[in-house]
């Protein structure tokens, strides 16, 4: 099973720094980006832009909803880091196969150079019809590589894996 929330999400979020980072539906990247919230702050002396209160983002397939989006750039404005917040904080997009891929937690982060993408706080992750549900979930975007636990071991992971032959159970 192949989990490609990093991939499918960060290629569109990577258009807002201007930075290929990864492949997904490859329409989105070339659709343009519109972010609507109660407010917006930028502060260019800190490489940061602030979206705050029900913000909503989309590009393409992509679609963010979330309380807070917070963009940290580096000198050359590529991005570095992005922390969105929310209770839930909600990613949905489709990729190039036209598969369904989503995530949700209280707070979701991405290191561009630890390229990893991190759901903290009832996290969940969705791939097609497949779920993972955990207090985190941490996706290497290059290696497409996931870890799920919980902060103090209290809470257990679930997975769940649709059978391969396209049935769902009854």
Same mark, same amino acid.
């Given at each position: &099973?192949k989990?490609?929330?990093?991939?499918?999400?960060? &290629?569109?979020?990577?258009?807002?720094?201007?930075?290929p980072? #990864? $492949?997904? =539906?490859? $329409?989105?990247?070339?659709q343009p980006? %519109?972010? !609507?919230?109660?407010?917006?702050? @930028? %502060?260019?002396? /800190?490489?940061? $832009?602030?979206?705050?209160?029900?913000? %909503? &983002?989309?590009?393409?397939? =992509?679609?963010? /909803?979330?309380?807070?989006?917070?963009?940290?750039?580096?000198?050359?404005?590529? =991005?570095?880091?992005?922390?969105?917040?929310?209770?839930? #904080?909600?990613?949905?997009?489709?990729?190039?196969?036209?598969?369904?891929?989503?995530?949700?937690?209280?707070? @979701?982060?991405?290191?561009?150079?630890?390229?990893?993408?991190?759901?903290?706080?009832?996290? *969940?992750? !969705?791939?097609?019809?497949? $779920?993972? %549900?955990?207090?985190? @979930?941490?996706?290497?975007?290059?290696?497409?590589?996931?870890? #799920?636990?919980?902060?103090?071991?209290?809470? *257990?992971? *679930? &997975?769940? @894996?649709?059978?391969?032959?396209?049935? +769902?159970? +009854?």
């Open positions: &099973m989990f490609r929330l990093a991939s499918t999400l960060l &290629m569109a979020l990577a258009a807002l720094a201007a930075s980072l #990864a $492949s997904a =539906l490859s $329409s989105d990247r070339n980006i %519109d972010i !609507v919230a109660d407010s917006l702050q @930028i %502060d260019d002396s /800190k490489h940061l $832009s602030i979206y705050q209160g029900n913000v %909503d &983002m989309r590009q393409g397939s =992509l679609h963010i /909803k979330a309380d807070r989006i917070e963009l940290h750039f580096d000198e050359n404005n590529d =991005l570095l880091r992005l922390h969105i917040t929310g209770a839930p #904080a909600t990613l949905k997009q489709l990729s190039d196969n036209n598969e369904p891929v989503s995530g949700s937690a209280r707070e @979701i982060v991405y290191s561009d150079n630890q390229l990893k993408l991190k759901l903290t706080g009832d996290a *969940r992750f !969705v791939s097609n019809k497949d $779920s993972i %549900d955990s207090e985190w @979930i941490i996706i290497n975007t290059d290696t497409d590589a996931i870890n #799920a636990g919980s902060i103090e071991g209290k809470n *257990r992971v *679930r &997975m769940q @894996i649709q059978p391969g032959n396209g049935k +769902q159970p +009854q």
